[in-house]
């Protein structure tokens, strides 16, 4: 029987619990905004220390039922690290665990199957510029090639060289992935890159040409929107703060056993 790997510190506990309960408002908020797929998919956080262990969905709960106490502590191997009634889906493990392993920054990954998402994953061109939405990607968006159900771990190589150092990435014929520093940067790059695909299955329906901005002024929006710009003449530093503040009063609301 696994023992409790309980942090040691104070501090260390209060940390693991705000990424708990911060990582359980991020489920009830893809919950919230329909990017669910029953109890597929998955989202992660590794937890501080020189053990690499991260936290991930109990397998088989809806995400708007999952609280900070259901979340599994898992290994890089994918074994349970304290006691849990719940499994760890494979797939989840397999996908989550190579890029916890290969990326210090990526602190969350999220993936997602949604309609948008896996409509644009199979589209030969993949993400376009289409929208000032979309331009936050430009240059800045992976590609990983299908290769069945995320079961093999000799996938794993091959999707870290994909994602390589870039924020997200389509999964061909399958949906999207996004890494954060943060949950809350996880969340919110995998909404508006979710919305992209959205706008872009809209606008290519209509069956009429699509027009697209010059490359450069592509390049400067992305700059832009990811903080990377210092030449405009005003600077909006606060955006994503806000925003995530923003939501966390909405997961308030709708949901405020999820720090359970």
């Given at each position: 029987?696994?023992a409790p ?216 929006t992305a ?38």
């Amino acid at each position: 029987m696994l023992a409790p790997t309980v942090p040691t510190t104070p501090t260390a506990l209060s940390e693991e619990l705000r990424l708990r309960r911060e990582l359980a408002a991020v489920y009830r908020l893809v919950a919230h905004f329909r990017m669910t797929d029953l109890i597929f998919t998955h989202i992660s956080v590794r937890l501080p220390g020189p053990e690499h262990h991260f936290l991930i969905n109990p397998y088989g709960l809806l995400f708007e039922e999952i609280t900070a106490s259901d979340l599994v502590k898992i290994d890089l191997s994918g074994r349970p690290v304290e006691e849990s009634p719940h499994p760890v889906n494979p797939a989840g493990f397999v996908i989550h665990s190579a890029i916890h392993a290969a990326r210090p920054d990526a602190h969350c990954v999220l993936h997602t199957h949604t309609r948008s998402g896996c409509a644009v994953a199979a589209q030969e061109s993949g993400l376009l510029p289409l929208n000032q939405i979309s331009m936050e990607f430009y240059g800045r968006l992976a590609y990983h090639d299908y290769e069945g159900v995320a079961l093999n771990l000799a996938e794993q190589r091959r999707l870290v060289a994909d994602l390589g150092s870039h924020p997200a990435m389509i999964l061909r014929n399958h949906g999207l992935l996004t890494v954060g520093e943060t949950p809350a940067q996880a969340f919110l790059r995998m909404y508006y890159l979710d919305k992209a695909c959205e706008i872009q299955t809209t606008a290519t329906a209509a069956g009429t040409p699509l027009l697209t901005p010059a490359p450069d002024i592509c390049e400067l929006t992305a700059r832009q929107l990811t903080g990377e710009d210092q030449q405009s003449d005003l600077q909006d530093d606060k955006a994503y703060d806000l925003a995530w503040s923003a939501l966390l009063r909405l997961v308030e609301r709708i949901a405020p056993d999820y720090k359970d």
